[in-house]
């Protein structure tokens, strides 16, 4: 399903920077955006919530930066 969203490139990009372990199982969509937001600046704590559009659009666009230099 995340292959919907993002392209391979992309997915081997977030999971190289988070150190996800590929298993048979995807991750879920909840955690991919925090990954996102966190290439964006969202420090993940547990009392801070859910990322704001800013910090996801930041994310998709330093993402979209890793993948093409």
């Not at 993002?6 to 372990?21: D, F, P, S, T």
């Not at 919530?49 to 993402?63: D, E, H, N, S």
């Amino acid at each position: 399903m995340l292959e919907i969203c993002l392209n391979k490139g992309k997915i081997a990009v977030i999971q190289n920077e988070h150190q996800y372990k590929v298993t048979q199982e995807s991750p879920s969509i909840k955690q991919v955006v925090t990954w996102i937001a966190q290439l964006g600046g969202f420090l993940a704590r547990n009392h801070n919530g859910f990322p704001g559009v800013k910090t996801l659009w930041r994310g998709l666009q330093r993402l979209h930066d890793i993948v093409s230099t």
